[in-house]
């Protein structure tokens, strides 16, 4: 089982930035893969950027050249922390960001709030 704890999220004025983080524990080295995705009241949880194992990245359309996802190792390359970088903020990445990481099966953080004031 692996453990994703969350932080960094907030109220931010568009066009500011902010930088979540995802610390991944327990059994690290089963991890697959790992992403973030977002979900706003009454909508499905939708991706938002993924990290391979090996180093392999993908965007959303919606936030292409925006945001950066980005990863620490831990030691012998295990799964550590994992970034999602945002610039440039827009009204509509108001949401709830959870973490998630792929091993046998789906891994969920708490998830954090971001807002974004227009």
């Known amino acids: 089982q692996v453990q994703l704890v969350e932080s960094g999220g907030g109220l931010v004025q568009a066009g500011g930035s902010l930088r979540l983080s995802c610390t991944a524990s327990?059994?690290?080295?089963?991890?697959?893969?790992m992403a973030w995705y977002r979900q706003t009241p009454g909508k499905q949880r939708e991706l938002v950027a993924r990290?391979?194992?090996?180093?392999?990245?993908?965007?959303?359309?919606s936030v292409k050249g925006r945001f950066t996802i980005s990863r620490d190792n831990a030691w012998n390359n295990a799964w550590n922390t994992v970034y999602l970088q945002m610039n440039s903020l827009k009204s509509e990445d108001t949401a709830v960001y959870y973490c998630?990481?792929?091993?046998?099966?789906?891994?969920w953080g708490q998830g954090t709030q971001v807002t974004v004031s227009s």
């Open positions: 998630y990481a792929l091993t046998g099966a789906a891994n």
């Open positions: 327990g059994r690290i080295f089963s991890i697959n893969n």
């Open positions: 990290i391979t194992k090996s180093g392999d990245v993908i965007y959303a359309d």
